[in-house]
């Protein structure tokens, strides 16, 4: 059984240089808090913790003199302005990328666009954009843009991780309502370049493993990428999900993970894999716990 692994799979350069960041602040500051989770990968955030870094939800918990981290996707103008007003200091760790959509959405703005953001309303990088600009639209599905009234102008950013096959059909889509449009594609090329690759490792293997927490916006798009053109796509947090009945018959095992996914949990999925195969016999479930048990006791 071969395996084969994503070369983009894992760390983007933001993710990466916020994690970097987070971690000098802790190592200066002894106690660092982070507005939600750093990155959407619990065990990373379990990692995280350990070595002081706190995570909180609500704002109000923090106090004067407290030291703040900015996650790689952003806040909006407001949340800042609220942090500073508190007297706390701020570690911005934004990604540059995220940071060129708010500029973006602003200059818009100032350009007399209404402004339309692609991408998940929750999601709390499109709630940082749209805190830049007065009354930006949210869009997620085309369902919501075929039912937009014909415009004469409007101006249209993506959240950065967006699935480019969506991007592109909203764009014609929209072209055909909107007499003076104007769209920046800010799918930052991390993402593109690991949406790409997943769906042509995707067809070339028998089995895809798509690694990265279920709450990463971004991984959930490479498996969404990855199961349309290949039906045997697993999306697992860790190698514990994994069912060796999967790879019955298989000959070659992608794996790809998500730009929140750490190496050392991308390595242990891959470890787990080639552990099974080298047993000789995945095709059974109960030859394949025994080797599950061996190699859970040697960790
Ligand atoms: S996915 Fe792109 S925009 Fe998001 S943190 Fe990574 S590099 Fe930055």
Known sequence: METRVAKSAGFCWGVKRAVNIAVDAVRKNGKVYCLGEL?????EIERLKKLGIVFIEDIDVLKKGNTVIIRSHGVSPKVIEFLKRKGLQIVDAT???VKDVHEKVMK???EGYPVLILGNPKHPEVIGIAGH???PMIM?????IERLPKLSKLGV???TTLNMDFFREAVFRLALKVKELKVYNTICSATSIRQSEAKKLALQVDVMLIVGGRNSSNTTKLYQISKSVNSKSYHIESKEEIDSLWFENAQIIGIT???STPQWVIEEVVNYVRLLDKGGDISGRGVCQTI???FQTSK
Do not use: D, M, W, Y
């Open 292 to 294: 599950r048990k061996e």
């Open 108 to 110: 818009l703005e100032k």
């Open 157 to 159: 950013v993506c959240q």
């Open 133 to 135: 600009v007065k009354s």
């Open 95 to 97: 990604c540059p990328f």
């Open 140 to 144: 997620n599905t085309i369902e919501e």
């Open 39 to 43: 990155i959407h990968n619990k065990r």
């Open 257 to 259: 993970a998500g730009a």
